[in-house]
């Protein structure tokens, strides 16, 4: 069948199929007597490849994604507890890791548990399958999505210098698409789409801004944000604002599904803003936004 990963997602996954394919050469090679020519049919044994694509649950190639991600979680019922009963109950809970900031951050991070990582397709798949969805989150719950080593806080040092793209949706009027929003906001995070210029073996691709996605669950509205790890000065003149620009426009349109001139504002609903991290501590006028 015919393959719905974008560009970076589908060469690595053509990585480890070829992989897979010099594995099985290999083994035959193994097996062959000294000065045997071994025949090999490599149309067969392609056929014995399957993946999440065409066997969900039997698959026995994964697709590799560029980063490895850690998915945390955190409502009124984690606060001060373990998750007896709760939409992650399923995951093992495992202690928030050493990242640069997380001592101070320590006071924020406290009641956020963190549910599990994963760095193939077919790892997201499993997660997703076995958690709740935000329609059914309970008031002032959370899901972020972070790569791996970043933990969803201000201080955290990927994240101490950056942003957040974000949109905020009646809850009443999106309750049915806040799912579907939410799944392809991951899919674009995990697929490097938001901002592709994810990190080469030479160091030559700027590295991507993307560190987190965040989906916030309150009483009257859904919070969709994209955290980057820089945010533009006034009067940038490096390429950083059109960068910025770039991922909040792939968001409100490929992603969220609005048109370009659409306006979204309204009771309890906002543009697709961005706002630094550090604005975001400021109040009134002295806070500086981006509408797009």
């Not at 949706?169 to 579907?180: A, E, I």
């Not at 599904?257 to 550090?278: I, Y």
Request: net charge negative; aromatic share 8%.
């Amino acid at each position: 069948m015919p393959s719905s990963l974008s560009g970076h997602a589908l060469q690595a996954s053509r990585a480890a199929l070829a992989a897979a394919m010099n594995d099985i050469s290999d083994s035959a090679d193994d097996n062959s007597e000294p000065g045997e020519i071994q025949e090999i049919d490599m149309q067969a044994q392609a056929e014995g490849i399957r993946t999440v694509f065409n066997d969900p649950t039997n698959f026995n190639v994964k697709h590799p994604l560029y980063s490895s991600w850690t998915l945390w979680f955190d409502s009124p019922a984690t606060k001060g507890r373990n998750l007896p009963q709760t939409p992650v109950s399923a995951f093992p809970q495992t202690p928030i890791p050493p990242t640069p900031g997380a001592a101070a951050a320590q006071g924020w991070m406290e009641d956020i548990k963190r549910v599990i990582s994963f760095d193939s397709v077919e790892e997201f798949w499993g997660l997703y399958n076995n958690i709740v969805p935000p329609s059914q989150l309970p008031q002032k719950a959370n899901y972020y999505l972070f790569k791996e080593g970043i933990i969803p806080a201000w201080e955290d040092e990927a994240n101490k210098n950056g942003g957040k793209w974000s949109i905020q949706l009646p809850k009443d009027k999106n309750r049915g698409h806040v799912d579907k929003m939410w799944l392809y906001t991951m899919l674009a995070a995990i697929g490097e789409t938001f901002d592709p210029s994810p990190p080469s073996e030479g160091g030559s691709a700027p590295q991507s801004l993307i560190t987190g996605v965040i989906v916030s669950v309150r009483p009257q509205f859904y919070r969709l944000s994209i955290w980057t790890r820089l945010a533009p000065s006034q009067g940038e003149a490096d390429g950083l604002k059109d960068r910025i620009e770039n991922v909040g426009r792939h968001f409100k349109m490929s992603v969220l599904g609005f048109g370009e001139a659409q306006r979204l504002a309204g009771p309890l609903a906002t543009e697709v803003e961005f706002l630094s991290h550090k604005d975001s501590e400021k109040k009134g006028k002295a806070a500086k936004k981006i509408i797009i």
